[in-house]
């Protein structure tokens, strides 16, 4: 609903659950996973699992989510309006489950919008033997920058790593070439050395950058690591300016080599 806010006064919506007019809803995912080692039976419940709100938030219903396949299904029933219980299931280690939470925020009301909008605090609660909490992992975005150093993340999936991989190959194959019709290659000094390491990062840096910008990766827009993120810019023009240097360097040094005609 909120994606259609920028059409403004133009569109006016009215939802209708259960007979209920709703003039405000948000929709919110749960995930539960057994992480340990041993199974979950219905017997160990001495308090069902339950979604809870707070008021001025009411919960409208609650239901699985085909997010996940496979996933347990459960068996939701209202409670009240801020609270919603699951009926005890088995969780084997490893299980999952999916679930859409559908809330609105009785509230609401287009006089009082404003633009840091009120946060629904959603509470899973359970009693289960040997359980002692239900934690909450860390979300994707402290997973990725967590680690993370200077802002700098690479992340790399499906096509793009072996573009990259490929645009790498090509870009040190024609540094050593470059490098050697430049003359600059033909002993093994430290300044040799140097040049290759150097134009060998050039040709990662370069070649993941570059994916930056032609593979649309999820978290692109998450994190601002897509075509707008200055960081990949430079390693690109860095990357063409050594190579057209590199160029003329050979073009000039086969010019000034000797020609010898024989007879």
Sequence with gaps: MKDL?????RVTLSLKVKGQLINNLIIAKG???????????PSEYHENLSINVKSPWRIISVENSPDL??????RWRRISDTKYEADPALLNPGDKTSTNIYLTNTRFSEAVITETEPRAEIEWKARITNL???????SIIDRLMKGSRFGIIVQLSGWSLPFMSIAFLLFQALYLHLLSRAGLSRDWTWRTIVLILG????SLTAAESIVTYLFNMPYNELFGLGVDHWLNAPWIILHAAAT????????LFGQDRPVLHTD
């Design 5 to 9: 806010s920028a059409i403004g006064d």
């Design 31 to 41: 995930y539960l996973s057994n992480t340990g080692a041993v199974p979950i039976v």
């Design 69 to 74: 396949r496979p996933a347990v299904e459960l």
């Design 132 to 138: 002692r909490a239900i934690i909450e992992p860390p």
């Design 199 to 202: 134009t060998s990062l050039l």
């Design 244 to 251: 057209i240097t590199l160029y003329w360097k050979a073009r």
